[in-house]
């Protein structure tokens, strides 16, 4: 019960919560002290009233016994008198003095009226009339003081008769006087009492003799203990009367009923007034948070709300007015959002690469338009790894795997677009910082690098052919000389043969004929080393000697420097490890090199060439002492098609693919020269290379 | 906003007032108490009346007082109590036997119910007022002050102060059944008591004076019966008595001072102050059919000193006793 009415306070809006507070905090004190006074009242006003009550009764009953001890005195005084002469005139002045006394008599010792003075009747006593009843006529006999029954006389008034007994003559003759009881009952009948109290008088009898409900009187009253009465009663003694005075709690607590009742009519009426009083407090606090939520609800909307006027400085006041600023504002933010949004959609749709949203679970949430036009639709509930670059395990060094390698997992995939058309694909990974757990942690950024790739190749092919172009006259002479060298032998031989020169033993050929097969075999690996350089291909990753690869790039060379007589000095690190990778691209950045180097003496130069392995990178020095490169060509020199070399003699396109080979390796290249002196080229790979290109 | 805080306290106000008057005016209506009577000659049992009820604990704010007189005018009465009863009192108190008559008559012919306290009715059984002294069992109740049953008693105790006197004329009212009731009463009791007496219906002649000064003897005296017309000729009365050396008892205390002799019976003001323990209980819920018919708590015996005087007359030593003297002459002057 408790819970549901707390249920639908909670339910209720603010007006009706600051009501009901309102209405709990004005009448919970008022009836707690009701209740309070109530309680604590009720037993002392019991206390008054029966103390009240005691005191009354007390009164009445002293009032009651004086009367009738002063009759008795009066009568014991009147019989002492013998003079039958003066009796008359005693009595007379009896009546005068009491005006209860209807008659007073003398009887004599058979009970029977001697004499007779009344207020009413004839002095005449009827002939033989007996005055006592039974009782009394018993009572006659022993004692000195004679209570009669409550009687009625003729004219049905209450009387009780009295008599005091006196010896005259030695025989027991009597005084006595009939009281009319009216005045005492009609005193006590008719007695005003509050709160419906009432006193009544029972004779010895326990018959009610003097009741101000009338109807009571003259009936039998049970002698029970009304728990439902307050009351007290007095014994009169002598009379063996009692007189009882009682009050219905029901009424004797009516004060304090009526003051509790005047205390809930105050709480109904403060109640009331509070309850006014916090309607107005509700709707006064309630009607601008009413209005400030119907204009929230509207902003909420996307709706342009009107400013909220309030002409009060209150909180509620400052609350509208800073609402009406934060509205203003944001509607100034959602506008530049919406430009925001409308170049980013621009930018998103128009960037020529896919985005997506990842999250940890590497489920794409969402896509661009571009990106989903690349992939199929139905496959976009797998994982990003498989929807994107078909594998079944994440990138090895996907940021969502490893964040803490803090890198974007810059890797190329392929990626089949339809049956035959395979693309590669350049994919990153960037971690959001504020995304929304759920929608996607991540952003892939993913671009189609196929034609970019492509022209690389083209570049590094076309840099080759160049090369190749520039080193035809060398590689003529170099096959020349073992040609000219077997033409030699050869012709010596055939000679020899011809003329069946005893000389010629087998010992003697065989040397002809290794000389013909060494300058054979050069020629072989001439031809083969150049056609392994001009071949196209892909990155072909493999274990490789970079001595030999060294060797194999000097040898292109081997030419042009002789030609210009420059000494050439190599230095390779004893027990060089092998190196991971494709060493045809690596010769052909050091073809390049040492062909730069070669450009940049005129004659009589030295070209340095090193390899060392320092803090498990490959480090690949070639120097020169030549013209250098000025300050201002330094920052173009990486740029395709940048050169300073004469027409015929460059492409322009030598350092770039180098730099672009370099950059495939994963390592760097840093140029340093100075005019005059030489230049001194740095290529740094890693030992670990991590391709950039899927190999596989 | 002003309008709004105006119209606020407003209501408020309003509704304190309206709460204030009901809590405070709750139990403030004075009870309407209403009084006939035949004429101002019963002026004192209001003042009893009125002095009875304060001493049993009502106040003025308690209890309002409608009193129609009838200027002694019987013919006039009825329409007093029309006038009264229209008033629609609590209760009403009838100041005397013939105002009781005529609101019961009235009361019955308009079936109308309000309790009827009679202050000082004279034989009210005979009279048909109630049933039984103990259950009166009807709408009436209150003093039945004797004067019927004591006029034998008056007759002994005038007999017992002039014990000279031979010969009583008895003034009553045949109109009045009262009166006739007490000239009953009092014939019965000339016959115990060996007494002659002469009646004389006041209502019979209007020279009944002159009449009876004819046949008046020595040792003669007047013993006046109860109704509200003797009672109005009481001056007379006194004035004959003074001119004829009458001597002359009759009912209440204004007799003696208006110049008669002597006077036993219970006095206006005490019947008034007695009626008013009726008023109480009924105010506080008896039923007048359940409250017994009291009779007086005081009966008077006054004895004019002054006009005993002037009769030359001796009264009896013991009597005396118990009667109350006064020395007025009869323009109720003390001397």
Known sequence: MMKSIIHWLHSQPMRVKVLVFGIIMSTIPLLLISYYYYSNVKPDLEARIISKQELMLKNLTGEIEWEFNQIFQQAQFYSSIREKEDRRTIFYDLLLKNSSIEEVVITNESGKVEEKVSRYELNIPDTNERWFSDEMWVAFRSEDRIYGKVEFNQFGQPVMKIAVVYLENGSRNAVGITIQLQKIIGQISSLKQDNLSYIYLLDREGKVIAHQDYRRLWHQIPDVDNKEMLGVREKLTDLGWTIIMEQPKTTAYEPINEMFMKGLMVAVFVTLIVSLISIYAGLYFTAPIIVLDKEMRKLKAGYVVSPIILNRNDELGQLSQSFNEMSQELHEKSLRLKQEKERLDIVVNGIGAGLALVTKNFQVTWMNPLLEGWINKEEIKLPCYTLIGGMTTPCENCPITCPERNENADTIMRMQKGKREERLFRHRVFPLTHAIKGEGEYLLFIEDVTEEKQMEEKMIQTDKLSALGLMASSFAHEVNNPLATIHVYAEDLIERLEQSDDALDEDEMALYLRKIKENTDRCKRITENLLKFSRKSNWNVSHFDIKETIQNSISLVEYSLKKKKILLDVSIQKEMPCMVGDSIKLMQVLVNLINNSIDAINQEGTVSISAVQQNRRFVFKISDNGCGIPDQDMQKIFDPFFTTKPVGKGTGLGLSVCYGIVEEFGGTIMVESRIGKGTTVIVSIPAETRFKEDKQ | ?335
Request: proline share 3%.
């Open chain 2, 1 to 335: 906003m002003k309008t709004k805080w105006y119209l606020f306290l407003l209501t408020i106000m309003a509704i304190s007032i309206v709460t204030y008057t009901y809590i405070s005016n709750k139990d403030q209506k004075p009870l309407n108490i209403g009084i006939i009577m035949i004429g101002d000659s019963r002026y004192e049992k209001l003042i009893g009346l009125k002095k009875g009820m304060q001493e049993l604990g009502y106040d003025d704010r308690s209890i309002k007082y409608s009193v129609k007189s009838g200027k002694d005018q019987e013919k006039t009465l009825a329409s007093h109590i029309d006038d009264l009863i229209n008033e629609k009192p609590a209760l009403i108190v009838a100041l005397g036997g013939i105002e009781t008559l005529k609101l019961k008559e009235i009361m019955e012919s308009q079936n109308i119910k309000i309790p009827v306290v009679f202050a000082g009715v004279a034989a009210p059984k005979e009279m048909g007022l109630i049933e039984d002294y103990r259950s009166p069992g009807g709408l009436f109740t209150g003093i039945n002050n004797y004067h019927t049953s004591l006029s034998g008693k008056r007759l002994e105790i005038f007999h017992n102060l002039v014990p000279s006197i031979s010969r009583f004329h008895i003034l009553y009212d045949e109109e009045i059944k009262v009166s006739k009731l007490s000239l009953e009463n009092v014939g019965a009791a000339a016959e115990r008591l060996s007494l002659e007496i002469i009646s004389w219906n006041v209502s019979d002649s209007n020279n009944f004076f002159s009449e009876m000064k004819n046949d008046i003897q020595a040792n003669d005296a007047i013993l006046v019966m109860p109704g509200f017309k003797l009672e109005s000729l009481s001056k007379e009365i006194a004035q004959f008595s003074k001119e004829n050396h009458i001597p002359v008892m009759g009912l209440y205390e204004n007799e003696t001072e208006d110049g008669i002799l002597a006077s036993y019976g219970t006095s206006y003001f005490d019947q008034g102050y007695q009626s008013a323990r009726f008023v109480s209980s009924i105010i506080q819920g008896n039923s007048p059919a359940d409250i017994p018919v009291e009779m007086p708590d005081n009966i008077r015996f006054i004895v004019n000193q002054k006009v005993k005087s002037e009769l030359g007359i001796e009264l009896n030593k013991d009597i005396i006793h118990l009667a109350e003297l006064i020395h007025l002459n009869a323009e109720g002057k003390s001397q």
